[in-house]
T-cell receptor, first 117, second 110 residues
Framework: AQTVTQSQPEMSVQEAETVTLSCTYD???????LFWYKQPPSRQMILVIR??????QNATENRFSVNFQKAAKSFSLKISDSQLGDTAMYFC??????????????FGQGTILTVHP | NAGVTQTPKFRVLKTGQSMTLLCAQD?????MYWYRQDPGMGLRLIHY???????AKGEVPDGYNVSRLKKQNFLLGLESAAPSQTSVYFC?????????FGPGTRLLVL
């Protein structure tokens, strides 16, 4: 079974600065997807960014980018130019693409990010 | 498009009562999922469906049943609610590995 670990329960950053959230995972599979989801106080789960394991290039979505280290099984999220609206819980998640595990998301425990003005 | 909707938004139950949570999606997705979210534990998969008429168990299925009689609807049932089922429940549908979540249902079992 896969496991996803987020070792930072809480993080804080000043507005306009950069912050990096950590995520490690454990799997024996070779092809999979990794995700970062954002959950603001509204409770809505919002997809931030997605990375396919076979792609060596790190995914980027505007101010959000990842550092995917497949050998180290590490998948960190970097938020540049932090904004007050980035304040939320962030979840790292793993999805296998093989067999009966396809489509099942395994989530980490989450990191609460607070952006201060 | 409404996306993924969940009914109700909030419910209080007494121990032993039953209820059904409804998830509906208007995106014609084949795959649908039910998760529960507890403090400090992230989301955990309860049951899922890969198409109309099919269901399968996830990580924490005990105490729950599901049905997918129509492609657009995925129902989660609690036959005899227990305090341990106090949680926030999320439904999601998926296309091409991306899951779209509903707004959640907060359930309190007293």
């Amino acid at each position: 079974a896969q496991t996803v670990t987020q070792s930072q329960p809480e993080m804080s950053v000043q507005e306009a600065e950069t912050v990096t959230l950590s995520c490690t995972y454990d799997t024996s599979e070779s092809n999979y997807y990794l995700f970062w989801y954002k959950q603001p106080p509204s409770r809505q789960m919002i997809l931030v960014i997605r990375q396919e394991a076979y792609k060596q290039q790190n995914a980027t979505e505007n101010r959000f980018s990842v550092n995917f280290q497949k050998a180290a099984k590490s998948f960190s999220l970097k938020i540049s130019d932090s904004q007050l609206g980035d304040t939320a819980m962030y979840f790292c998640a793993f999805m296998s693409t093989g067999g009966t595990s396809y489509g099942k998301l395994t989530f980490g425990q989450g990191t609460i990010l607070t952006v201060h003005p | 498009n409404a996306g993924v909707t969940q009914t109700p938004k909030f419910r209080v139950l007494k121990t032993g009562q039953s209820m059904t949570l409804l998830c509906a999606q208007d995106m014609n997705h084949e795959y649908m999922y039910w998760y529960r979210q507890d403090p400090g534990m992230g989301l955990r998969l309860i049951h899922y469906s890969v198409g109309e008429g099919t269901t399968a168990k996830g990580e924490v299925p005990d105490g729950y049943n599901v049905s997918r009689l129509k492609k657009q609807n995925f129902l989660l049932g609690l036959e005899s609610a227990a305090p341990s089922q106090t949680s926030v429940y999320f439904c999601a549908s998926m296309v091409r590995v991306t899951q779209y979540f509903g707004p959640g249902t907060r359930l309190l079992v007293l």
